[in-house]
Every structure is written in C-alpha cells, then in structure tokens.
C-alpha cells in the first residue's frame, strides 16, 4: 500500500522549466494517469517518483517518508517501486524467463517460489510459451510484456508505468488494460500510468492528470473531466470537439459564421464566447425541426458511427451519428440538426457553463 504526495515540485532542465509546482496526493490503491501531449512532461514526474531524477525544488513523500527534497534523497532500489520505462528495457543476454525472474533472484526466493511467480506473470501477460526465447527473438510488443511481467512479479506496493503498451495492437492492448486494471484491483497496489492515448487514460483510471507544458490542467475522474472540463485545452484534448465563435446575449448564442443562426442559452454570459459542441451531441433532425440547418456536405461509414459533415453558412459542422443513419440522408440534402449539450468557454478558454438541452 503507497501513497504519493508531490509538494511544490518544479523540474528545470537548465532553462527549460518542464514541470511547474506539482501538488498532488495519489491515494493508496489509486490508478492515475499522467496524460498530455508530447513532452508535456509526464516522463520526468515518473522518474522523479522512481528517483532516477531530481527535483529542482520541492518535496517527494511515498507514504509518510521523504524520498526527495532538501538535503534527502532515497535512491530508486530503496523506493520498493516497480517501473517499466517508456524504453522498455528487458537484458538481451537473459531469456524471458530469467529477465522476468530478476527482481526475484536478487532477493534470494527460493527457486521452487520464483518459478510459480514467474509463471504466473508469464500466463497474465500471455507470454507463457515464450520463456525460453532471448529479447531479439521476440517482436517489440513481447519485449514490451516482459518488462510489464518483470515489473509486476515483485509485487511492488507502487507501480510505475511509462507508456507500457505503446507496442501493441489494438486488441491485445485492450486486453492487457483490462488485465493491467485487474491486477492492480487484485494486489491493491497504487499505480501511476503514463500515456498520451486518452481512451487508455478514460479506460483505466480513478483520476486523469491532464498536463500541458509542465502544468497540471485538471485533475479529475474520466467522467468529470470529459463532461466538465475547466478549460478549452482539456475539452479539446479529449474526446471530438469542435469549437465556434459566438455573441451571448438575450437567451441566444449567435454564431456569425453560420448566418446568424443561433441556439437557446439562459447562462450568465453575455458577450463574446466560444461553444464547445462533441460531434456525438448533435443528431440531425427534420430541416425545420433543428436549432441548426445546414446542408449534408459528407458522410462517412465507420460501423459503429455515422461520421458527417454539415455545412451551415461558412461552417462546417460534424455530426457523429448511430451507424444505420448512414445513406438515410443522402449528400447535398438539406438537414436539421439537434443538439444535446455543449459547453461554453470564456475568452480567456475559461469554462462557463455546461448546458444540457432536454429532448
Ligand atoms: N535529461 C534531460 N535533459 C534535458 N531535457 C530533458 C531531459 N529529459 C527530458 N527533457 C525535456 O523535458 C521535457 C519533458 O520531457 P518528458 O520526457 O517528461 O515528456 P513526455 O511528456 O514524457 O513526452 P512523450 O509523450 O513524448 O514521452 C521535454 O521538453 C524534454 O526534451
Ligand atoms: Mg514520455
């Protein structure tokens, strides 16, 4: 069991401030995801939790000891956490079997012990029949797997993980999340994943951490942060969303892109905004029926969904209809469309309000 408690915690790398007053408690037993784009600064949080690096100033607890901070620091070995880096490292001279082995043969476990642990690591990563192979016989997602096992066969009461399943193909990914969510549920244990995929993060986690450019942007569950995101940055990175310039006033927003067409709003707001519309919020509807109008510009089969594009006046507006909608329409008709709720931001991206429209 481990909590992690991050006070004040800024990384600079010469210049280069990566990470900005980090204040965060992970709870003991909590899955959270580290999540932004790409040298966002995820990477360097996890490995100042592991302790392969230093922060240039602030405090590190893991559980009620300081690891990090002022004139202490606890080297990684002494941390009892588990990591598996974003360059999965597995020893090319060891076989699967061994390299999974290791963190067990340095504590001395008895050999009958070490291969049920073992085995056990090697059937939930669906390695089993490859233990005996060395690294360069295995394709990048197994390497991958070894060094998840390898981390997992410790039974660290802290698990971090960097992007552990960026080598694999859709579907085992989706199966090794489920198995990753099952361990840890399991073992109880505390892990912090990194990853810049958001279903993965949406998938697995109690809280997301969205990180832009070093700082925090919001921390909440899945579902908070996708309905109720504080800023325009987190609503743009998850999920579809399209934004359009619009002018509150009187109970309406009107956009001037679309021909003045305009949607009921009884928020606070007056003046100028941007709304925030999830293509899966709108539905299209009979011409007159819509609060938009528009014309069916595009419409693309995808199975599960109905992806379309609507032109109203100089916009284009996306629809993410149910699959059998496809063909209904057919392209250039004019079409109605419904919308289910959107957001409003401020001109600062600040979030206004969130509003649900009844149907
Ligand atoms: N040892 C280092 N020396 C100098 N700069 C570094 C070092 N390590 C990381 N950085 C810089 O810190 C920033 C954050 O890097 P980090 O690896 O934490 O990003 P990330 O969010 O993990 O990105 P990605 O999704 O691409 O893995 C980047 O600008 C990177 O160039
Ligand atoms: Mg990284």
């Not at 996890?46 to 000891?65: C, H, M, N, V, W």
């Not at 004139?71 to 060891?94: C, D, I, L, N």
């Not at 579907?171 to 549920?185: D, H, N, T, V, Y």
């Not at 504080?230 to 579809?240: E, H, I, P, R, T």
Request: net charge negative; aromatic share 8%.
């Amino acid at each position: 069991m481990a909590t992690v408690t991050i006070k004040h915690i800024t990384k600079a790398f010469g210049d280069n401030v990566v990470l900005k007053e980090f204040n965060e408690t992970f709870q003991d037993g909590e899955f959270v995801t580290l999540l932004g784009p790409s040298g966002c600064g995820k990477t360097t949080m996890l490995r100042i939790i592991a302790g392969f690096e230093k922060p240039t100033s602030g405090e590190l607890y893991i559980d009620d000891q300081l690891v990090s901070g002022g004139k202490t620091f606890v080297p990684p070995e002494k941390r009892s956490v588990g990591m598996v880096f974003q360059s999965y490292a597995v020893w090319p001279h060891m076989n699967v079997f061994d390299n999974v082995a290791y963190p067990l043969t340095i504590k001395k476990t008895p050999k009958a012990e070490i291969k049920k642990q073992v085995d056990r690591v090697l059937g939930i990563v669906h390695l089993t029949q490859y233990a005996e192979r060395f690294p360069n016989q295995l394709s990048g997602g197994q390497q991958q797997r070894v060094a998840l096992a390898r981390a997992l066969v410790a039974a660290p009461k802290l698990l971090l993980l960097d992007e552990p399943l960026s080598n694999l193909d859709a579907k085992l990914r989706e199966s090794m999340r489920f198995e990753i969510k099952e361990i840890q549920k399991e073992l109880g244990i505390t892990v912090v994943y990194v990853t810049h995929d958001q279903t993965e993060a949406m998938a697995m986690s109690d809280r997301i951490f969205l990180i832009n450019r070093g700082v925090v942007q919001q921390c909440d569950s899945p579902e908070v942060i996708y309905n109720h995101p504080s800023n325009q940055f987190v609503a743009d990175f998850l999920g579809k969303v399209e934004f359009f310039k619009g002018e509150a006033k009187d109970g309406k927003i009107t956009f001037p892109a679309m021909n003045g067409q305009h949607i009921l709003y009884d928020g606070p707001k007056t003046g100028k905004v941007e709304v925030a519309i999830r293509p899966e919020n709108l539905y299209f509807t009979a011409p007159e029926e819509g609060q938009l109008t528009g014309v069916l510009e595009s419409q693309y089969y995808l199975g599960d969904v109905d992806d379309c594009r609507v032109r109203v006046g100089d916009s284009l507006v996306r629809v993410i209809a149910p699959g059998h909608v496809f063909k209904t329409l057919t392209d250039g008709q004019q079409v109605g469309i419904g919308v289910r709720d959107f957001l409003v931001f401020d001109d600062d991206g600040m979030l206004e309000q969130l509003l649900k429209i009844q149907t």
